[in-house]
C-alpha cells in the first residue's frame, strides 16, 4: 500500500526498460501505483507538461510533482519510502560501487542492446563482452548472494534486469545469445532468480510480445522513410 495514502501515478509504456526500473522499485517498496500508458507515436498533455525539458517517460508523479529520468525516480522512491527494503546499500562505498555499475550499464549496455537489431550482430557482439564484464562484477559484487544487492534486488539488478526482456527479444530476431552458460553462468542463473522474483515477474515484458513490437516498430519506421522525400 502506498505510504500516508500518497496519490503516485507513473506515465510510462509497457514496453520501455527504463520505465520497467521505477515498476520494479514500486513493488519493491509495495507501493500503489496508478500507470499511465503512453502511446506509442503521440505524447500526452500530461507528459509534455510534467517533463517539458526531454519530453520522455517514464516519469513518476507523486501528490502531484514530477521526477524524472528512470535512475532518479528508482533513487527518489528508495528514499521517500524508506522503511521499506532498501534498493541502494547503505555503506557509502557499496553505494558508489552500484552506482559506478548501473552508469557503466547505462553507457556501455543499453546502447548496444537498443542498437542491435538494426546493426546486425556487430552491437549484439559488443553488448555481449558488456555481459562478460558484468559477470566478473557480479561475483565481486553478490557477496555469495542471488543479486548484484547480495540476498536482495537492489539498484544495479534494476539497471540490468530491465533490458533482460530486449536481449531476450535480439536472442530471438539477431540470433546472438548475450547472456551464455559457458560465458556468463552466474549471469544466467541471476536472471533467471530476477525474472522470477514478485517485484518482476508482472512487469517484465514477454520476449514474444517485444518481438512482435520490435517489427511493428520497424515496419512503421520503413514506411515513414519510404514517404519521407528527403529520404529517398
Not at 13 to 35: G, Q, T
Request: aromatic share 8%.
Amino acid at each position: 500500500m502506498a505510504v500516508n495514502n500518497d496519490d503516485v501515478k507513473l506515465i510510462g509504456a509497457w514496453a520501455s526498460p527504463y520505465v520497467m526500473r521505477p515498476r520494479v522499485a514500486l513493488n519493491i517498496k509495495s507501493v500503489d501505483y496508478e500507470f499511465l500508458q503512453e502511446q506509442f507515436g503521440s505524447k500526452s498533455e500530461l507528459l509534455l507538461k510534467s517533463n517539458p525539458v526531454h519530453k520522455k517517460i517514464p516519469v513518476l508523479l507523486h501528490n502531484g510533482k514530477p521526477i524524472c529520468e528512470s535512475s532518479i525516480i528508482v533513487e527518489y522512491i528508495d528514499e521517500v519510502w524508506s522503511s521499506s527494503p532498501s534498493i541502494l546499500p547503505s555503506d557509502p562505498h557499496n553505494r558508489a560501487l552500484a552506482r559506478f555499475w548501473a552508469a557503466y550499464l547505462d553507457e556501455k549496455w543499453f546502447p548496444n542492446v537498443r542498437a542491435a537489431p538494426r546493426a546486425a550482430t556487430e552491437e549484439a557482439k559488443s553488448a555481449a563482452e558488456v555481459a562478460v564484464e558484468m559477470e566478473g562484477a557480479y561475483g565481486e559484487t553478490s557477496r555469495g548472494g542471488d543479486f548484484f544487492g547480495g540476498d536482495k534486488i537492489g539498484v544495479v539488478d534494476i539497471a540490468f534486469g530491465s533490458m533482460l526482456g530486449s536481449a531476450r527479444a535480439i536472442q530471438v530476431r539477431v540470433g546472438v545469445k548475450l547472456l551464455d552458460e559457458e560465458k556468463t553462468p552466474g549471469l544466467v542463473k541471476w536472471a533467471e532468480k530476477f525474472s522470477a522474483d514478485p517485484a518482476v515477474k508482472d512487469v517484465l515484458p514477454e520476449t514474444e510480445k517485444l518481438v512482435e513490437f520490435a517489427k511493428l516498430l520497424s515496419a512503421k519506421f520503413k514506411a515513414a522513410a519510404a514517404s519521407d522525400p528527403l529520404r529517398r
